[in-house]
Every structure is written in structure tokens, then in C-alpha cells.
């Protein structure tokens, strides 16, 4: 009964569209083949494996609450992004952090880590997931403690981070072979000052040598893509950070690779839906890490409010999805992990096909001839359409739980397996 509820919702809402010149088919169908990155380090407060009951943070990583059953192992965690992806319409990746490698319980260094640290990764993924992300974990290590990486003025300092970032590049790689889609590899360090520096140029003229020699050697980017990625400021850099909007940018640019832009990464006037068209003019793909920052880079669950939607609508607009990389950047341990994911997951498809559901080319002509009028007439005629019959059909066209059914398979699967963590 509930499914023919839906169906029938979704017949009206169907009209309701058509009458606009909007194709909701057209839209779902669109809509299933764009994937999104789901971060491992929610299922397990940015933990990792290297050592049993390490706990990472440090260079403005932060997980805070004490929400009881997160992840312990691999395993555990494996077993969680499944239960949230079970809930999640379409077929999505994973994005993991290099101190999650599996080294079979002996210590591997961060300059050490090799593809075969990631095979139990690998071979679980296949069949489940539409590909793969990494990112090198340049914080919570000993020889990141003082607050610099790849830009510290120690030259064998600096040399074991370029180490760990080439070794990161192959493992991406290797991932991106193993999928047949391109792994996007992440590069994000914390080096910075605490107080005013009196150099500021020094540091960057070090990143940038050190980023250049990781990326020296050229991977075929049908299975890998460099990306790097900024920030304002982190706990303990809060004067300086080396690794600037600016400075980022100018590198992609400068180097033609992925500039990732992460939402709780700027001013808190700043949003990154403004970004979107300025960068794709000038680099040839783009990496988005969707958060939700609360007055500084706290990385909050992802809700559907203005800039989720903002952010949805330039994609989609732009036409320039197909070359946007779409990953998921948030961890909060005060609620239910898995639920988390979902939330988060579930809202950026949301608003994906909220964004989809425009006549974005009639808007468009409007804006084009400077009838403004009509231009706010239709983006405020749009809120009040059907979009939650669409979304609710989608999720029962791709089996997955409609509105909050999945609310209580996550509170069964919390019962049965997370409370006897």
C-alpha cells in the first residue's frame, strides 16, 4: 500500500513538472549515474588503523562526542559503510585516508604504505562500490607534531612527507586500475603558525617544491587524478596557513590539476557555490568536499539548507557535473555514526536532484533577456513544487528506504551489532 502511495504521489508531481518543461525520468535517470564519495572517517572518528585503539587528531582534525559503537577495525568498519550505503539510493564510492591501511598488525610507516596496504580495501569494494578515493594523512604523527609537513625547513622532515605522498599516488592509482574509474587523490596538510610569522613566502616556496616532486611522475588520469586542497585556518595555525585558497588555486592552475574546494575551509561569509564557475574556468576538473562548518571548520553533518542547494544548482546549471568530483567531508561523533552518513549522503543527492528538476534553459533565456522579474518568478514558483514525491519515488525505484524507514533499520543494526562494540 505504502508503494502505490508513492507512485501515485509521484504520477501528480510528474504533471506538475511536465507542465514547466522539467522530465522527472529524465532526471532520475540522470541523476543514478552520478556518484558520490562517502568519507570512511565518520564510521570511526578519523581513528584509522596503524596502531590497535590509536586515536588521530591534530592539525584541526577533530572528531568531538562520545556516541558509543563506532568502528574498531577494519572489519567493523567495512560492515558499517555497507549498512549506510544499503540506505543511500544509487551506487556510490569511498574516499579513505592512508591511516587506514590494513598492515596485518605490524606498524608501517606513513613512507611505507604500498597498494598491497589496501588490497583487503580493494577486493571488499568490488561489485559494491563505484570506485575508490584516497587522500595522504599528513597529520597525527610524530613527525608532524611541531605543525609542518611538506613544508617544514628540516629537509629529511620534508623528504618522509614527500615519501609518503608519492607512495599515496601509487595506491591511488592502484585503486583507480582495480575499479576502472579515476581515483581522485587528495592533498591536505595543516602546516602553519600558530602566531604571525615573520616569513610567510619561505613556506609556500617549500610546499610548492615538495608538491611538485610528489607529482613528477605523470599517472595516466583514466585511473587517477591529483587533486589539492586548502584551508583558512586549523587548531594551532590559526595566524598562517601555508597551504592557502590563494596559494592552492595558483598551484592548480599553474599545474593543471584538481583544486578541491571544502566547504568549512573559508571565511564564514565565504561558500563555495560562488567558487564553482571561477575555478572550472581555469583547471580542468574539480574535487568538492561538501561539509557543514558552525562558525569554524567543525565539519558538521550535511543538511539541506541554502548552500547544499546553491552548491547542487551551480553544478547542474554550469553543466559542468561530469567534471566535478562530489565527496562528503564531515564527522561527528555526538549521534549515531551510520546514521550520519545517511543523513549526509541522502542530502546531497537530494539536493542534486532538486537541482535537476529546474527548466534550467528557460531560466537561463530569461536571465539572458534581462527579464528579471520572470527570472525570480520561477526559481520562487519552484520551492513549492512536488520535489519530495520525486525523491521518495526515487529511493523505491532504486530500493531504499522511503522518508524515515531507514531511520529504524539503523536503530536495529545499533541494537544488534554497535551497542556489543
Known sequence: MADKRVEQAYAVAKEQYAAIGVDTEAALKKLATVPVSMHCWQGDDVGGFETAGAELSGGGI?????YPGKARTIDELQSDVEKAMSLIPGKHRLNLHACYLDNGGTFVDRNEVRPEHFQRWIDWGKGKLHGMDFNPTYFSHPKAADGFTLAHPDQGIRQFWIDHGIACRKIGAAMGKAFGTPTVTNFWMPDGYKDIPVDRLAP?????????????????????????????????????TVGSHEFYMGYAVSRQILLCLDAGHYHPTEVISDKISAVMMFVPELLLHVSRPVRWDSDHVVILNEELLAIAQELVR??????????????????????????????????????????????????LAMDYTKRLAMMEELKTLPFGAVWDYYCHTQNVPVGM?????????????????
Not at 577533530?62 to 562520545?66: C, I, K, V, W
Not at 589539492?228 to 598562517?240: D, M, N, Q, R, T
Not at 524507514?405 to 562494540?421: I, M, P
Open 204 to 240: 609556500r616556496q617549500r610546499l610548492a617544491e615538495s608538491l611538485d616532486t610528489i607529482l613528477a611522475e605523470k599517472i595516466d588520469p583514466k585511473i587517477h587524478l591529483d587533486a589539492v586542497e586548502s584551508k583558512l585556518f586549523g587548531i594551532g595555525a590559526e595566524s598562517y
Open 405 to 421: 524507514a531507514w531511520f529504524e533499520q539503523v536503530r536495529q543494526y545499533e541494537k544488534d551489532v554497535l551497542s556489543k562494540r
Open 318 to 367: 554550469s553543466g559542468k557535473l561530469e567534471k566535478v568530483h562530489i565527496g562528503l567531508d564531515f564527522f561527528d561523533a555526538s549521534i549515531n555514526r551510520i546514521a550520519a552518513w545517511v543523513i549526509g549522503m541522502r542530502n546531497m543527492i537530494k539536493a542534486l536532484l532538486y537541482a535537476m528538476l529546474e527548466p534550467t534553459e528557460e531560466m537561463k533565456q530569461a536571465e
Open 62 to 66: 577533530q572528531a568531538t562526542g562520545n
